[in-house]
């Protein structure tokens, strides 16, 4: 039986300790207090975890089986909330929430299957840098999330019934966010962004997706395998249907260009990072990657 309360669920890991006292203070002072709390924790015990920060009581605790990977441990935490919730609200924890997160994302719910919201980016201590994460404009889905993705772990809410039916993400899959909207999409699901911000997102040295420039090397680089990874799982048949695999294809072909021409050798990797940190930037994640700007760089 699910309830009409939501459920909202982060991971917590090792390194995210000096950003709990934030993003807890952001949970208690929603303007929505309907929904419970549930907390993943990947490679964190709790017992010692406590010894070392305050742990909110109100909070229930999914532990990881030992050896998980990211990807498991989210994938289960999912198939054991959508049987209980009738939807459920994505944050990250060394990100913190705005005071409307949770009342706004519950609003876009009653007539969306997914929704996303805008990011205030701020840097890793926390100072507003005047940036908004999200796309511009009017958005086809179908085109923008073929190569981009602003549909995260932090700022994302779906309806149980949609999660439900999602297949599940390979054990090593890094993209786990974009893996989920992606076969979202491709199951009909509607989509909405809310271009207001209702988080803070941190940018740090920690972050897999970097958005704000500038951007060194390796930042392309792992970048760029990540983008790669996403697009093999999706393009594999026994993973995906033929309609996403097809779709996909020419994005994966381009990226593998791009990997073979400009990742693999530094002198023409050197000179595709400082074009790149010339160029006006976007705010979505994977922007980075095999710019379409600078593709002569590639194919020629």
Known sequence: MTTDRLALYTTWYPGV???????????????DQDFDLWIGLDGL????????????????????????????????????????????????????LLPDRVETARAALAS?????????IVDGAGRDLGLVFGPEGEVDWREFLSRYNVFGLSNTAYRSEILRRLP??????????????THALCGGASLHF???????????????????????????????????????????????????SLRLEPARARVEQFFERV????????????????????Y????????PQLERQWTN
């Open 263 to 282: 990742i693999s050798r530094p002198e023409r990797l050197e000179a595709y990072v400082a074009a790149l940190n010339e160029l006006e930037p976007r």
């Open 112 to 120: 969306h299957d997914v929704s996303a919201c805008a990011l205030k």
């Open 194 to 244: 809310d271009e207001t911000p209702r988080m803070a997102y941190r940018q740090s040295g920690h972050n897999l997706a970097r958005v704000v420039r500038p951007f060194a090397p390796a930042d392309i680089e792992q970048a760029t395998k990540i983008v790669l990874s996403h697009y093999r799982a999706l393009t594999e048949p026994a993973r995906t249907s033929r309609e996403l």
């Open 284 to 291: 979505v994640w994977w922007w980075c990657v095999a710019h």
């Open 17 to 31: 300790e000096p950003y709990l006292p934030a993003w807890w203070s952001s949970v208690h002072a929603q303007t």
């Open 45 to 96: 015990d709790p017992d010692e975890l406590s010894a070392r920060v305050s742990l909110p009581l109100a909070a229930s605790w999914i532990i990881a089986s030992p050896n998980a990977t990211p990807s498991q441990i989210r994938q289960h935490a999912i198939a054991r909330l959508t049987d209980s919730y009738h939807a459920l609200v994505f944050v990250d924890s060394d990100d913190w």
């Open 168 to 181: 599940k993400a390979p054990p090593d899959c890094v993209a786990f966010d974009w893996h989920l909207v």
